[in-house]
C-alpha cells in the first residue's frame, strides 16, 4: 500500500508537478480556445469536455509509477529462484532413492498438492524458497543424516513440516514479490525522487525524511509479516506433531549462537517466543497495537495520495471529489480491514475458544487513529505547498499538512479520527464474535468480515481525509468546515446511515454490545455534528470583500486573483451577477462566456447552469494561475 502510494507520488513529481514535465493537456491551452466548440455544445460545455478528458488523462497518466512498480516486482520474483540457485553454489539436487521417496511422501502427507524439489547443503537447517507450482525446499546435511522417513525421527520430521508448511500456508511467493517490490522501491522510486527534490526544489529535506519514514516503516513491517510466517508454519506443523516441533526448535536453538539485533529487526521469532506460541496458539491470536499503528500509517499515506488520482478520473462525475474519497476509502478499506479488522476478529475467536473475556477496542482503535494521522502527514504530498514551489502543479496539488489547519479545527479533526478507530475496532470485535457461532466455512466468514468492514469504514475514512484536505487549504475553524460538508448532503446521509446500520448490525449479533455500541455511535454523532456549532466562527479575512465596488477586469487573471484574495463566489446571488458582469470586458473569451453564464444563472446559484459556470472558472483560473 505504501509502496503503491509513494510510486503514485513519484509519477506525479516527475509528470506533472516539476517544471519540463508532461503536464501541458490540462485545463489551459487548447481546452480554452472557444472558436470553433463543439455544433451541439456550448463553449463552457465544450471546455468543461476537454479539461475533463486532459485531466482524467493526466491522471491515468500517474498510474505509471505503480504499475512500473509492480512490473518490475514481477521481473524480480519470476527471476529470483533461478538467480538464487545460482548465489547459493554449495546446493546439490536430492539424488533419487528411499530418502527421496520419504521427503515426497512427508510433503504427501502434509496434504501438499505439487511437489517441491528437494535440494541438500552443507549448511545447518532448511528454508524454502521458488515461484509456484515449482517450489524448492533446501534441507541441511545435519537434517537428511537425521532424517529417514522414521516416524520415531519427531525433530527431523517437524523441521521439514515447517519448511512444507510455508508451501501449504502459500507465503513463499509473496513473501519474495514484497521483497522485490521494496527494492523496485528503493531503486526507481525513493532514490531518484529524493535526489531530484533536492536538485530542482527547495523541499529536499521536507520530502526526503518522507521517503525515509515510509521506507522504515515497511522495513519494520516487512520484518514483522516475516516473523509471523515463521509462527504460522510453526503451527500448522505442530498440528500434527506439537511434541516434535517442540523438539526441533530446541534443537534449532542449541545450533545457533543468540542473535544480538533488536528484535523489531529480526525475520526470524526468537526460540522462546516460538516455543511460547507452540505451547499457547491462541497467543498468535493476540491484538497488537502496533500492528494497528502500522496498518493505520500505510493506510493514511495511500488515503492522501489515491482520491488526487481518482479524482481526476472521476472528474466528469457529479461530485467527482466526494466520490473519490469514497472510493478511495473503500479500496484502502479492504486491505486495512485484512490486518486490522481480522486481527479484532482472530482475537475474538482466540477468546471464545480459551473462555477468556473478549479484547476491547480501546488501545488498539488510538493505535488505529494514530497511525492515520501518522500516515497523513509522512504521505510525501504532504512535503509542502506546491502550487509556492512549482508555479506550474495546479489546484490539484494539494497539501493536507496538519500544521496549515487552524488549531480549534486541528483538535477536533484528531478527536473525530480517534473516535473513527475506536468504533471500527470495536465493531470489529463484536462482528468477530458473532463469526465463531457460525458454521460456514472459514473463507467465506472472511471474505464477508472484510468486505463488510471495508464498506462500514469507507465512509468515515474517506470523509475525515476529505475534511483534512479542505481544512488545509483553508486554515477555517470547525464550524466553517463542518457547514462546508453540510452542502454535501449524499455524504451527510451516507455517514448517519453508516452509524445507524454498523450499529443496529452489530446490536443483532453481539449483545455484549447492544447498549456500549449504541452509546458510544451516539456521542460519535453528537461529537461530529454538534462540536463545530459550540466553537466561534472565525470572520472570514476576505468577508471585506462584500462591501466592495467590484472594478472592471481587462484582464483575465485579475478577476482570478480577487476570487483568491478578495471574496470568493459564495452563492449570493446579487454578487454572482454583478461578478458576472464584471467579466463581460475582460481579454478571454472563453471568461466572457462564463461571465454571461453566471449573469444568466444568478436566480438560481445552486443549479446545474450556475454549477458549470463556476466549475469552468475554476478550470480557466487554474491555467491562468499556473502560466497555461
Partial sequence: MSLAAAGLFAASWFLVLRPGSTRVTTSGGSCADVGSPAPTASPIDAFLACSSDALAGEAALVLVGPVALAVLASVGWFLAP?????????????????RHDALDRLAREEGLEHLPTWYRTVRTGAWTYGRWPRHRVVVGLDVLTGFRGDKDERRWRALIS????HLRNRDV????????????????????????????????????????AIVLVVVLSVAAVLRTREHDADLRAASSD???????????????????????????????????????????????????????????VVLVELPAVLEGLLEATPGGAVTAYLVAGWLTGLPLVGVVGLASWRAAVAAADT???????????????????????????????????????GDRAFSPRLGNVAVPTALWLVAVLVLIGLLFVTWSVAMGEAFTTSRRPVDVRVARHVLLGATVLCVPLGGWFLALRLAAAD?????????????????EALLVVTLVAATALAWCTSRWLVLPGAIVAGVA??????????????????????NLALPAFPQAGNACLWLMHVRPLDGDPDYQRRFGAA??????????EIGAALVASADDPDGAAALSARTALVRRCDAFSTGR
Avoid: N
Avoid at 488505529?368 to 501518522?374: E, P, S, V
Avoid at 467579466?583 to 466572457?592: F, I, K
Fill in 355 to 393: 473462555g477468556t473475556r473478549a479484547p476491547r477496542g480501546l488501545v488498539p482503535g488510538v493505535a488505529l487513529a494514530a497511525g492515520l494521522l501518522a500516515g497523513s502527514q509522512i504521505a510525501p504530498r504532504s512535503s509542502a505547498a506546491w502550487v509556492t514551489v512549482f508555479a506550474t502543479s
Fill in 162 to 165: 515447517h519448511e512444507v508448511a
Fill in 475 to 491: 486554515a477555517v475553524d470547525p464550524a466553517t468546515l463542518a457547514a462546508s460538508f453540510v452542502g454535501y448532503h449524499a455524504l
Fill in 583 to 592: 467579466l463581460s470586458a475582460t481579454d478571454d473569451a472563453l471568461m466572457r
Fill in 525 to 546: 454523532l453528537a461529537a461530529v455534528v454538534l462540536l463545530p456549532v459550540a466553537v466561534p466562527t472565525r470572520e472570514d479575512p476576505r468577508a471585506g470583500g462584500a
Fill in 82 to 98: 533461478r538467480v538464487l540457485t545460482r548465489w547459493w553454489r554449495d546446493l546439490d539436487l536430492e539424488p533419487p532413492g528411499p
Fill in 173 to 212: 511467493d509473496r513473501t519474495y514479490w514484497t521483497l522485490c517490490a521494496f527494492f523496485a522501491f528503493l531503486l526507481i522510486v525513493a532514490t531518484p525522487l529524493v535526489v531530484d527534490a533536492f536538485v530542482s526544489s527547495r523541499v529536499g529535506p521536507s520530502l526526503s525524511w518522507r521517503v525515509v
Fill in 242 to 300: 506439537s511434541g516434535g516441533m517442540r523438539e526441533a526448535i530446541a534443537w534449532s536453538l542449541a545450533k545457533r549462537e543468540p542473535s544480538s539485533r533488536p528484535r523489531w529487526l529480526r525475520t526470524h521469532p526468537r526460540d522462546a517466543e516460538r516455543l511460547a506460541v507452540v505451547d499457547d496458539p491462541s497467543r498468535a491470536l493476540w491484538i497488537s497495537p502496533v500492528e494497528f499503528l502500522a496498518a493505520g500509517i500505510a493506510a493514511g
